[in-house]
Structures are given as structure tokens and as C-alpha cells.
């Protein structure tokens, strides 16, 4: 399942929009700079739909207009945003020198606002990497720094990456809490965009907790307006998240629309993370249909594309589909394998239910179910 970080959502990604995007404090001084935060806020919508390619382009315009600059405020937020462009795209190992030296030139410059956002950036990072004990103490930085500079809408993303946090841990209560208080930050302010990323990874919350209806009627409103403001970036992994809330309560039709949408938006996004993402959910609905071998093809993509994309949590989960496809397969010894491979995947990044989850696999397989 994908939560959407709020960098933008941390990602399970996920979360989503991007916190780091926004401009914290820093004031255009020269037309240079005007025009630089111009084609940033260009770079930043291209970014979300269709054109990651133009997205990067016009960063890259954006830094060199930076020139002199390079060494103020907006010099480290046009490093972050580079860096963000980059990311959503799974391009993780790229984009951390980035945040790095947004983060570096942001502590130097004293420069608070932007040492918030990098530490929130690289937090993403690190939990997406399966790191969470190191992202937790980075958002716990950041959101100190936040809220002494009165960064109200960082302090709505951190809490929303806070509760992807609790919930990779499994505490549900506490990532339900932390997601409050961040749609009710956003709520106030009616940020319509950061409001579809929290319902995203709320609804994947109830998902995880058997609330169906709770989790449909999040993912209708957050798609709503992800489709109104050309959100293609959202709108794909909130298919993905409805797909696997089909395949949880076996409505494979519906699975079968919400799967084929998410893996077109991956592909015209050229996003290696959310297309290994959604050819797991694929190869879980051949599966459920009776195709075990096709789902062993589809698994076996799925796991090299999520290699590339260095998202931890999601390579565990594609062993674990990978494992019951070969197990239905009848290949039992192999489907051990995987899963035990799965096992420590899970174990290695605290993911405390997908813990409980595999091993009881291991111990009492059963079949014919997502999960």
C-alpha cells in the first residue's frame, strides 16, 4: 500500500504534494530572483502532472538564474526543489546531495525555515530507505525548528509523516492522531492539495484496520480534487491505494480499473517506484484469478523496478505477493524462501504487522486472499 509523504507525504509515496516545495521565508530581491521562484513554481506543477522531463528543465533554468544568489536563502531552496523534482521520480539517490546541500547552506545562512524543510526531505529519504528510527529523529528536528519559525504548513506535513512513521510501527492510534492533527492544520487554511495527501494515507490507514467505507469515502475526496488540480502524481497512487482496497474486499473489477489506471499514470510519469508498486498489485490480481504463473512474471519486474527505486517497505511487500504466487504455483520450498526473504525485510525496518503477517504465513499458509 502506498502512503504519500508529505515530502510529499512520506512514501510508501508516501505521501504526494511537496512541503519542500513551498517557499518558507526568503523574499525575491532582483528580478533574477523572481524569475527563478517563477519557473520553480513552473518546475512544480510540470513536476505533478505529466511532463517530469520539462519539470527538470525548468529547475535546472531556475538554479542557473539563482547565479550570485547561490549563497542565500533561495539558493538552498532551489537545491531543495531540485532535489524533490528528482525524488518523486525515484531518483532517491540523486536527489540526497541536494537535500544535503540545501540543508548545509540553510544551517550556514542561519537560514531556519529551509533547515526545516531539507531535515523533513531527508527524513523522507531515510524512511522510504526503511530507515524509520533515523527519520523519526529528523522529523522530530524539523518539527521543532517549524514551530519556532511559525512554518504552519511544514508543521501539517511532518505531522503527516509522523503518523506514516507510527504506522509503518504499527501504532495505529498514533498515526490516526498525528493524521488529525495535520488535516485539521490544513483544514483551517483550506489547502486543498496537502488536504488529498492526508486523506490518502488516512485512508490507507483504515484500509489496514478493516474500515472499508471510512477508506473509500477518504479516497474519493482526496481523487476529486487531485483530478480538479491536475494532480497526476496524487491521483496515481491514490489508484493504486483504491486498488488495493478492492483487492482486500475481493472486488477484482474494480481492482483490475484502479490497477491499469495507476500503472498508465507510472508510465507517463517515467516513476520506476510507483510502477513496481503497481505491478505488485497486478500480479496480486492474477493470483486471486487463478494465474499464479503470470503473477510470477509480473512479481519478478516488480521486484527488480523497486531495486532501482530504493523503496524498502514496497520490496518487502513484492516478496511477499511474490512468495504466495509461488506457493499457489506449487512451489513451496521457493515460496519459504521468498517470504522468509520478506520476513527479514520487514523485520529489518520495524514494520511490526507485516512482521505478524508473513510469519503467520510461514507458519499456517493460507491462500486465496490479497493479504
Not at 515530502?7 to 523572481?34: E, I, N
Not at 495505529?172 to 492526508?198: C, G, K, M, N
Not at 526473504?341 to 504487522?353: D, K, M, T
Amino acid at each position: 500500500m502506498t502512503v504519500r509523504p508529505a515530502v510529499p507525504s512520506l512514501s510508501h509515496g508516501t505521501s504526494a504534494t511537496d512541503p519542500s516545495l513551498a517557499f518558507g521565508r526568503a523574499k525575491p530581491k532582483t528580478a533574477g530572483s523572481t524569475e527563478a521562484r517563477r519557473l520553480a513554481e513552473l518546475a512544480r506543477a510540470a513536476g505533478l502532472g505529466d511532463s517530469p522531463d520539462d519539470a527538470m528543465q525548468l529547475s535546472l533554468e531556475a538554479l542557473t538564474l539563482v547565479g550570485d544568489e547561490a549563497q542565500t536563502p533561495l539558493g538552498a531552496d532551489v537545491l531543495r526543489w531540485q532535489g524533490s523534482l528528482l525524488r518523486q521520480r525515484s531518483r532517491i539517490s540523486d536527489a540526497e546531495p541536494l537535500f544535503e546541500r540545501s540543508l548545509a547552506l540553510s544551517i550556514h545562512l542561519g537560514y531556519e525555515a529551509g533547515e526545516a524543510h531539507a531535515l523533513n526531505c531527508l527524513a523522507g529519504l531515510c524512511q522510504r530507505r526503511g530507515d524509520v528510527t533515523t527519520a523519526a529523529g529528523l522529523l522530530t528536528d524539523a518539527l521543532a525548528i517549524a514551530d519556532r519559525c511559525g512554518e504552519t504548513r511544514l508543521i501539517g506535513m511532518i505531522q503527516q509523516n509522523l503518523g506514516i512513521i507510527a504506522d509503518i510501527r504499527g501504532n495505529p492510534a498514533a498515526a490516526l492522531a498525528h493524521y488529525l492533527v495535520s488535516l485539521r492544520t490544513f483544514e483551517r487554511s483550506s489547502d486543498l492539495q496537502a488536504i488529498s495527501w492526508v486523506l490518502n494515507n488516512l485512508g490507507y490507514l483504515h484500509v489496514k484496520e478493516g474500515r472499508h467505507d471510512e477508506a473509500r469515502s477518504c479516497f474519493d475526496r482526496a481523487l476529486g480534487i487531485a483530478r480538479s488540480r491536475g494532480d497526476l502524481m496524487s491521483e496515481g497512487t491514490l489508484e493504486e491505494n483504491r486498488g488495493e482496497l478492492f483487492l482486500t474486499i475481493s472486488d477484482l473489477p474494480a481492482a483490475e480499473r484502479s490497477i491499469h489506471r495507476a500503472l498508465a499514470i507510472a508510465a507517463q510519469r517515467e516513476d520506476d517506484a510507483r510502477r513496481a508498486a503497481s505491478l505488485k498489485l497486478q500480479g496480486a490480481l492474477y493470483r486471486l484469478r487463478g494465474s499464479p504463473l503470470l503473477a510470477i512474471d509480473t512479481l519478478e519486474r516488480a521486484t527488480t523496478l523497486s531495486a532501482v527505486g530504493e523503496d524498502a517497505l514496497l520490496g518487502g511487500e513484492i516478496l511477499y505477493q511474490f512468495g504466495l504466487a509461488l506457493r499457489d504455483a506449487g512451489r513451496g520450498d521457493a515460496a519459504n524462501d521468498v517470504l522468509r526473504a520478506a520476513l527479514e525485510s520487514f523485520e529489518r525496518i520495524a514494520a511490526r504487522q507485516w512482521v505478524g503477517r508473513t510469519r503467520g504465513q510461514l507458519t499456517h499458509p493460507a491462500s486465496g486472499r490479497y493479504l
